[in-house]
């Protein structure tokens, strides 16, 4: 990666480039007029938690009806299967299977039934032993729920394409620049990394602080 010359500034710096700081990133780019650049220590995106969980995309299945986790992880669920058919990234709308042991288990099945479909799940179907194996064979247990809004998605790529989208809307991102140290002095900021010297100066136009906490009114680089 080449080294910058001379200086340039930013409103927003981003440190991380996992998923959160991606979609913060993309979000704030997005939505207003602002030079930003996100910050990642390692030589690619996605490097740590992101690139290493299940890859579910959640159907809002166990949340309290009316609750603000119900209702974001509708939203969330929805918008990226739109994503990720937008973009062409791998994903499978597969569903799941939830199941009951025992007799004992039976009421809680019974619950989340009812908070799925007070949650919006247009596809909660009771499944008999016999069902169950019709989709693992090796499952053991009494009763299940086919659960059709749960999906997979490769997050990694997802992760990338939000990349591509803060580039495209004017933003950079800069891999194998890890934040060692950060320090304020005569109404600059300066975050030292291992690749280029980052600083930042006070402006009259400023973003909320509370939206992330790498947030400063004004960035620049320099050699």
Request: charged share 25%; proline share 3%.
């Amino acid at each position: 990666m080449p080294e910058f010359v001379g200086n340039k500034t930013y409103d927003v710096a981003v440190i991380g480039g996992g998923i959160i700081g991606m979609a913060t990133a993309m979000a704030l780019v997005e939505r207003n007029d602002i030079s930003l650049i996100v910050l990642e220590a390692e030589s690619t995106l996605a490097a740590h938690q992101t690139g290493h969980n299940s890859g579910v995309i959640h159907s809002g299945l166990y949340y309290k009806p009316g609750s603000l986790k119900a209702k974001l992880c509708a939203e969330g669920r929805d918008l990226m299967y739109q994503f990720c058919q937008q973009h062409d990234i791998p994903h499978d709308s597969c569903g799941k299977v939830v199941v009951a042991l025992d007799d004992s288990e039976l009421p809680a099945l019974d619950e989340l039934q009812r908070r799925g479909t007070a949650n919006g799940l247009t596809d909660l179907r009771r499944l008999t032993i016999e069902e169950i194996r019709e989709h693992e064979p090796n499952v053991s247990g009494i009763a299940g729920m086919f659960v059709r809004e749960t999906g997979i998605a490769d997050y990694k790529a997802v992760t990338r394409a939000y990349g591509n989208v803060i580039k495209e809307a004017g933003g950079e991102v800069r891999t194998d620049a890890k934040v060692t140290k950060v320090t304020r002095s005569s109404g600059e900021i300066v975050l030292d990394t291992t690749h280029v010297w980052l600083g930042t100066r006070s402006a009259d136009r400023s973003l909320p602080r509370r939206v992330l906490q790498a947030l400063t009114p004004r960035f620049h680089f320099g050699a």
